[in-house]
């Protein structure tokens, strides 16, 4: 079945980087595009940003400039760098991909942004 786990996550301060991997399993992954996505304390899950399988990507405006998405076809695995992290950048991070009608998503991992 699809799998997608999220590693890398921690306490970082102002500042600081933080690189994610999603590690996906049980569908053709190099054939999907995937997503990275975040959910504060008391707010709404907002996406951060988007990968087609080929590779092209978008951004929110809230991480342009300071956060990349990349993704390993051969490793079968996504990834978030993220830089210049901010106090309000603090929160869950998933990932997720989408197979009409299923929409799949992973555990999640906590990224704290504090001095």
């Known amino acids: 079945q699809v799998q997608l786990v999220e590693s890398g996550g921690g306490l970082v301060q102002p500042g600081g980087s933080l690189r994610l991997p999603c590690a996906a399993s049980g569908f053709s992954f190099r054939s999907y595009a995937m997503g990275w996505y975040r959910q504060a304390p008391g707010k709404q899950r907002e996406l951060v940003g988007t990968i087609t399988g080929g590779g092209i990507t978008n951004y929110a405006d809230s991480v342009k400039g300071r956060f990349t998405i990349s993704r390993d076809n051969a490793k079968k695995t996504m990834y978030l760098q993220m830089n210049d992290l901010k106090p309000e950048d603090t929160a869950v991070y998933s990932c997720?991909?989408?197979?009409?009608?299923?929409?799949?998503w992973g555990q999640g991992t906590q990224v704290t942004v504090s001095s």
């Open positions: 997720n991909t989408q197979s009409t009608p299923y929409t799949y």
